[in-house]
């Protein structure tokens, strides 16, 4: 075993350390842009949701029957 420094990444996913503030933030930014370019959709354009943050959503608000899926 061998000392290779400070830990940047690893098992797919970035460590940020911010010794100052004590604090530890974990990123997986490259794996998803990755992701992103094995199926050709890095030039894609973002999309604001449909649907309100708000809005509660409940069980029984999903369809519960074929009709009512389609």
Do not use: C, W
Not at 17 to 26: Q, S, T, V
Not at 39 to 64: C, G, Q, Y
């Amino acid at each position: 075993m061998r000392d290779l420094g400070p830990l940047s990444y690893t098992l797919g996913i970035e460590v940020i350390r911010d010794r100052a503030k004590r604090k530890i933030y974990l990123s997986q930014r490259k794996h998803l842009e990755g992701v992103l370019e094995r199926f050709n959709h890095t030039v894609t354009r973002p999309v604001v949701t449909p649907l309100d943050k708000a809005t509660p959503l409940s069980k029984e608000d999903s369809p519960s029957t074929a009709e009512e899926t389609e």
